[in-house]
Nanobody, 126 residues
Framework: QVQPVESGGGSVQAGGELRLSCEYS????????MGWFRQAPGKEREGVAS????????YYSDSVKGRFTISRDSARNTVYLQMNSLKPEDTAMYYC???????????????????WGQGTQVTVSA
């Protein structure tokens, strides 16, 4: 199965920043949804940010709104997650996902049948 490929994770101190990248060249993403999700140990997976690749619609969880920004570079078939003002509670494995559809809200059902990457670890120390 074709998967998105994440990169850019790492370890930073609180207040720092990281930029995650998700390359999706093998996925017909035109008209599709691309999103970032995360899962911390012992916690359920949660949506972080998503974007409709054929439009301007973006969605953010309340916990990251104002700190994280999702964007896309269609020429490079890449979606980015710029994470600023990182907090220890942002520590998690971050996954990129691709889903078919034009409604890309984080709770949309189309993510369940989408393509998921292997994940990239983000660790924020206090």
């Amino acid at each position: 199965q074709v998967q998105p490929v994440e990169s850019g994770g790492g370890s930073v101190q609180a207040g720092g920043e990281l930029r995650l990248s998700c390359e999706y060249s093998q996925i017909p993403a035109i008209g599709n949804c691309m999103g970032w999700f995360r899962q911390a140990p012992g916690k359920e997976r949660e949506g972080v940010a998503s974007i409709y690749t054929a439009g301007l619609n973006t969605y953010y969880s309340d916990s990251v709104k104002g700190r994280f920004t999702i964007s896309r570079d269609s020429a490079r078939n890449t979606v980015y997650l710029q994470m600023n003002s990182l907090k220890p509670e942002d520590t998690a494995m971050y996954y990129c996902a691709a889903a078919v559809g034009s409604y890309c809200a984080l709770g949309a059902r189309n993510w369940l049948t989408g393509a998921w990457g292997q994940g990239t670890q983000v660790t924020v120390s206090a």
